[in-house]
Structures are given as C-alpha cells and as structure tokens.
C-alpha cells in the first residue's frame, strides 16, 4: 500500500512539472512564419528576416553539437556579454548539420535591432540578420535523434519530389523543446526552397 501511495505521488509530481514547463514554453515567443501551404505535418512558410546569434562547431552530428552549442549560446544570452545583459530565450533552436559541421543559432526577441544587442564576450558567437526566405518544413514529435532527424530530412526530401519542388539541400533541425520537457515535444526538418511560386 505504501508502494502505490509513493509511485501515486511521484506519478503526480512528474505530471504538474510537465504541465509548468508545457505552459512555459507556450509562454516563450516562437519565431514568426507565414504559412502558404499546409498538408498534415508539412508546410511551406515564409519566413521574415530574424536575428540569430549563431556558433559554428566542428562536429556533423546532432548527438556531438547539441549540448556544446547550447551551452556557449545560452551563456551569451545568461548575460555573459559585454553589457552582461539578459537576453529571453526565443524558439525555435536551429541546427544546420552540414558536412564540414553544424552550426547551431538561437533566434533573439524580435523587439531587437542587431544594433541594439549585446556585443557577445565568445569570439565563437556571430550575430547577423537572416534573411526572408520560403522554406518546406516537416514535423514530428517526440526526442530527437540523428537517426530520426536523417529519416525526417529524407522524408521531406521525398515529400518535395513528389510535388516537383525544387529547393537548395540546406537542411536544418528546429527544436522547439527543453530536454526536460517530455509530453508535447515539437520538432521539425526545414529546407530553403528555390522560386517557389506556389502549388
């Protein structure tokens, strides 16, 4: 009896910390997108331009850059900067995964002009501005992994084929979630998509 009521309790406690952290992230501000086209999980959007804070790391693979690369991004915006100023945490995080490695970049607020951010105190980080771009993007769920991320991607790519739309082979992972987080996990494939016109 005394069993039950310790796995009941611990049941109900892992259940409110999933509820708060669940509301947090609807709280946190999601990079704005337009949504053109929409089929179940697949989408094309148009993206405005967006200020990232990005560092490149040597690794190609999810499982090497992840934490590495969060930890120096979320040091910047922790306050490690020269003005020692914190910086709201935005989703989604980026990862493009390329061959030569993966450069992973956080979105800043929107309320910020590149001028009016944080000259960051790593020399690994790069602010720039991305530009307005109309990508293809496909979502799943629960923890990503690189197996998953490269079934995703090839999935998305077959997706494209189909339709006939052409588009650059720039493949990022958006993760929308905290590691902590386990029930409404959101994660998606994204690729820039070359004089997309409409379908």
Known sequence: MKIIIITTIVILIIFIIQSITSISVARTETQKYTVLL????FEIREYAPAILASVKMDKT????TSSGGFRILASYIFGQNEAQQKIAMTSPVHMKMEDNGTTM????PSKYDLEDLPIPSSDAI?????PRVITASLKFGGYANDR??????SELQRILKKKGIEHTGDFTFLGYNPPFQ????RNEVLVS??????N
Request: overall charge neutral; hydrophobic content about 35%.
């Open 38 to 41: 929409k089929e179940k999980d």
């Open 61 to 64: 693979t999810y499982r090497e």
């Open 105 to 108: 970049s956080f979105v800043m």
């Open 126 to 130: 790069e602010m720039h501005e991305s």
């Open 148 to 153: 998953v991320i490269r079934e995703k991607m």
């Open 182 to 185: 386990a029930i409404n996990r």
């Open 193 to 198: 998509l070359v004089n997309y016109s409409g």
